[in-house]
Structure formats: structure tokens, C-alpha cells
């Protein structure tokens, strides 16, 4: 009779103590670099959460045009009462120069909308320019001026501490970045064009990508034959999930701008490009869903009459279902991060106004936020980070998603 060693018994369970122990361990490694990675985007993110405003006293004069832009004027002469002081031209540009740029259009949108207010003060809320929102956040933090590196002049910055000593200046939300479209100034860069160019994206290469990959999987598995053909697609399939995306992007640019003469950085582009890039994740998540499917329950469909095809549509589709959803979910979520395939097709332009259809001129999250760490501007850094922390935020649900319906659709054979 065989008689265990007591010692090489407590080795086992020692190895296989130390086993769990580490795997433990890199787990919650793992987990400590990602709260790093999301902690670190969410740090830098906060500046662009909150932006700074002038309360100004606008006089409208009773016999102004509603029709002309009469912003301009009407702003600099309203921070220059604030100023009587101020004489020369050199100070009175400084001095209207600490405002945004947008702030004339807003004003000039008030008054046609509001024709009652001519020959009246209004009280406005003057968004303030960039270096004049990074010199005000360094101003919280230290009392001494001198101190602080700003791209302002002197005569800047004392107006600026003065008018923040006043109460004239309040801090709010930045609701601009979640309205505006993309801009050369950071007080106005948003980023709402973004978001809706990667749905369009999305969406395109979701019509596009799910239904051919679900019926190429399922004619693979249910009824290709098994030949030197079939053979030969398979290899390509598993092939193309493994090239780098920028092949696909110079293939999408040759094929579909260059030889159709599609519209250049258009929605319809970017998705059709993602479609290919995401169509063999799709048909190796779906082929292997199918697989899952035990042979007795089409063999029982067989049995009792049914085709070849209402087996497949009625059975092993439904069936697969959930495995074929988690595996496009996840292949939509990789499509959403790619930002290389989407540079060759000129979606990296400078794009300011939002898409309103699938052939306007647009760019995606990723893109958005290549450009802007790109820029020179420091606000542009924070405005990067929250963009980042929106997408990551994106990726984390749709694959939520995607484990939500494997856990509740799921069924063990």
C-alpha cells in the first residue's frame, strides 16, 4: 500500500497556498495601477470643471441696431467704466483682452432675442479669457503676485486682482465644454462635436459590422463545408484581427476616399474603416458562441423536422445570442478607443462645427483628445485629461454592458 510523505503533502498545499497568494497579488496590482491611471486622469481633469466669469453692467443704448454686431463695443465700453483711469489704447486693449472672444456673439444673440432690453443696463456675465482663468486659479493658492508666471502683463494682473479683490468675478461650471464644439481657445473648446461624431461612428460600423459578422459565423459553423476554401477564410479571419489598425486606415483612405470619392474626415468613412477593423473580432466572438451551442439540441431539432436553416435561425442563433452581444460589445468598445485608422482619412482636422449628418466633417473622442494634448495652451492639458476621463468612462460601461448580458443570458449545458 502506497503511503503518502507528510512532507511532500505540506509542500503541496504550500505551493498551492503560494499559488492563490500571488495570483491574489496581481490582482490587486492590477487593480492599484488602474485606480492610478483613473486617479491621475481625474486629477488633472478638475481645473476643466470650472471656469471663471465678470459680472459687468452692459448699457444698451435706445438707439441701437438689434440687427448689427454691436457686441464688441458695447463689452468694451463696459469694462472700461470699471476702469475710468484707464486712458491710453495700449491699457484699454490689454484690458479687453482679459475676456473671451465669445463673449461678443453671446451678447449680440441677447439683444436680437431680447429686443426689449434696448435702452436698458443689463447685467452680463462676461466669460473670461484663458490666461485670465490660469492666473486667477494660481491667485487662490498664493497672495503674493509676484510670484505667479502668467502670460499677462502687469497692468493685467493688477486689474485682474483688483476686480477678483471686488467680487466681480465668480467661478462656475463649465458647462461650454459640454456644449461647444471644438475651438482654437480653451474657455470655448468643447466637446459635444466629438460625442456626436463617435456615435455616428459607432452606430455605422455597429449596421454594418454586427449583422455580416453574425451571418458570416453562422455560415462558417452551421453550414460551410470543410474544404481547402473554408480553411483558407478561416486563417484570414483570425489574420485580420491581428493587424494593426493603421493598415486599415490606409486601406479605408485608398479604397474609399481615393478610388469611391467619398467625403474626406466624413462619419460615414470613419465608420465604414471601424466596420472592417471590427468585423473579425465579431465573426471569432460569434463562431465560438455557436460552438458553445451543445450538438444534442440541434440534433433534437432535426429529429423533429426541422431544416437545416430553421435550426440555425431558431435554435442556435437564439441560443448564441448573448455570446454573439458580449463579443460586439467588446468589439465596439475597441472600435470607440481607435484613433490611428481615423488620422489617415483626415478626421485629425481642426473641425469646429458639430455634424449634423453622416457626410459632415467630424472627429471622435480619441482623435479630439490627440489634438488637444497636441496644443500649446496649457487649459488645453485639462481639457485632454476630462476628455479622457469620458471616454474611459464610456469603455467601462459598454463593457458593463457586455458583462451584465453574458451574467443574466448565459445558460450552463
Not at 504550500?14 to 495570483?23: A, G, I, N, Y
Request: glycine content about 6%; overall charge positive.
Amino acid at each position: 500500500m502506497y503511503k503518502i510523505n507528510p512532507r511532500q503533502l505540506r509542500m503541496r498545499y504550500f505551493k498551492e497556498k503560494c499559488l492563490r497568494v500571488l495570483c491574489v497579488l496581481s490582482l490587486l496590482i492590477s487593480l492599484c495601477f488602474l485606480i492610478t491611471l483613473i486617479g491621475s486622469i481625474a486629477y488633472k481633469s478638475i481645473p476643466a470643471l470650472t471656469t471663471s466669469y465678470l459680472t459687468i453692467d452692459v448699457s444698451i443704448p435706445a438707439t441701437l441696431d438689434a440687427s448689427k454686431d454691436n457686441g464688441r463695443n458695447l463689452l468694451r465700453n463696459a469694462i472700461f467704466q470699471l476702469f475710468p483711469d484707464t486712458k491710453t489704447r495700449k491699457k484699454k486693449k490689454a484690458l479687453y483682452a482679459l475676456l473671451s472672444f465669445s463673449n461678443e456673439t453671446q451678447l449680440n444673440t441677447i439683444i436680437r432675442n431680447n429686443t426689449e432690453f434696448i435702452g436698458r443696463t443689463i447685467q452680463f456675465k462676461a466669460l473670461l479669457s484663458d490666461n485670465s482663468t490660469h492666473f486667477l486659479r494660481k491667485l487662490d493658492n498664493t497672495n503674493d503676485v509676484k510670484k505667479i508666471t502668467t502670460k499677462l502683463s502687469t497692468y493685467q494682473q493688477s486689474a485682474l486682482s483688483s476686480l477678483y479683490e471686488e467680487g466681480y468675478i465668480s467661478w462656475h461650471f463649465n458647462t461650454v465644454f459640454f456644449t461647444n464644439g471644438d475651438s482654437r481657445e480653451p474657455e470655448n473648446a468643447g466637446i459635444i462635436g466629438a460625442i456626436i461624431g463617435s456615435i455616428y461612428v459607432l452606430g455605422i460600423t455597429l449596421l454594418i459590422s454586427l449583422p455580416v459578422g453574425v451571418a458570416a459565423a453562422l455560415y462558417l459553423e452551421e453550414f460551410a463545408a470543410r474544404n481547402r476554401f473554408t480553411e483558407i477564410i478561416e486563417i484570414n479571419i483570425n489574420n485580420l484581427a491581428a493587424v494593426p489598425s493603421i493598415v486599415f486606415g490606409l486601406l479605408g483612405l485608398n479604397l474609399f476616399i481615393n478610388h469611391f470619392s467619398l467625403a474626406r474626415s466624413s462619419s460615414i468613412v470613419g465608420g465604414l474603416i471601424l466596420s472592417l477593423l471590427t468585423l473579425p473580432v465579431i465573426i471569432i466572438a460569434s463562431r465560438s458562441a455557436i460552438k458553445a451551442i451543445p450538438v444534442s439540441i440541434k440534433h433534437g431539432a432535426l429529429a423533429l423536422g426541422a431544416s437545416p436553416v430553421q435550426v440555425a435561425l431558431h435554435h442556435t442563433f437564439v441560443l448564441s445570442l448573448p455570446g454573439i452581444l458580449t463579443g460586439s460589445i467588446i468589439g465596439m468598445a475597441r472600435a470607440l478607443g481607435e484613433s490611428a485608422p481615423l488620422l489617415m482619412i483626415g478626421m485629425v482636422a481642426f473641425i469646429a462645427d458639430i455634424p449634423r449628418t453622416i457626410t459632415d466633417s467630424a472627429t471622435v473622442l480619441p482623435v479630439q483628445i490627440f489634438i488637444w494634448s497636441d496644443s500649446p495652451e496649457r487649459s488645453f492639458e485639462a481639457l485632454s485629461s476630462l476628455a479622457s476621463l469620458i471616454l474611459v468612462i464610456f469603455l467601462i460601461a459598454m463593457n458593463a454592458v457586455a458583462i451584465y448580458l453574458r451574467k443574466k443570458y448565459e445558460k450552463k449545458w
